[in-house]
């Protein structure tokens, strides 16, 4: 069974650091390429950042620069690191990856979210 667990989120000043942690199990980690997104209530979910498992990054330009997504294949750990925080940062994290099964196809997987709030 694929889970994904986040943490780390909490209320931060504008300016401030956050590091959101996701703990993967019950899947190849180093073959899973993973992503954070997030959401605003009454918003969409938004794709944030990803990782590949050639440990390629892309960002969404609003945090090109300020957050960096890296990834711990050993301990099977997905971390975004988020500086330079904004009012317009805050939101539910949840970290996701996309997997294809010979069996039956892709599965997205998702953690439960993890609250990051940005205090003007």
């Known amino acids: 069974q694929v889970q994904l667990v986040e943490s780390g989120g909490g209320l931060v000043e504008v300016g401030g650091s956050l590091s959101l942690s996701c703990e993967v199990s019950g899947v190849i980690f180093s073959g899973a390429p993973m992503n954070w997104y997030r959401q605003v209530p009454g918003h969409q979910r938004e794709w944030v950042a990803s990782?590949?498992?050639?440990?390629?990054?892309k960002y969404l330009d609003s945090v090109e620069g300020r957050f960096t997504v890296s990834r711990d294949n050993e301990r099977n750990i997905l971390y975004l690191q988020m500086g330079g925080l904004k009012p317009e940062d805050t939101g539910v994290y949840y970290c996701?990856?996309?997997?294809?099964?010979?069996?039956?196809?892709?599965?997205?997987?998702w953690g439960q979210g993890t609250q990051v709030t940005v205090s003007s």
């Open positions: 996701q990856t996309k997997l294809y099964s010979s069996n039956s196809g892709f599965h997205e997987y």
């Open positions: 990782i590949g498992i050639s440990y390629k990054t």
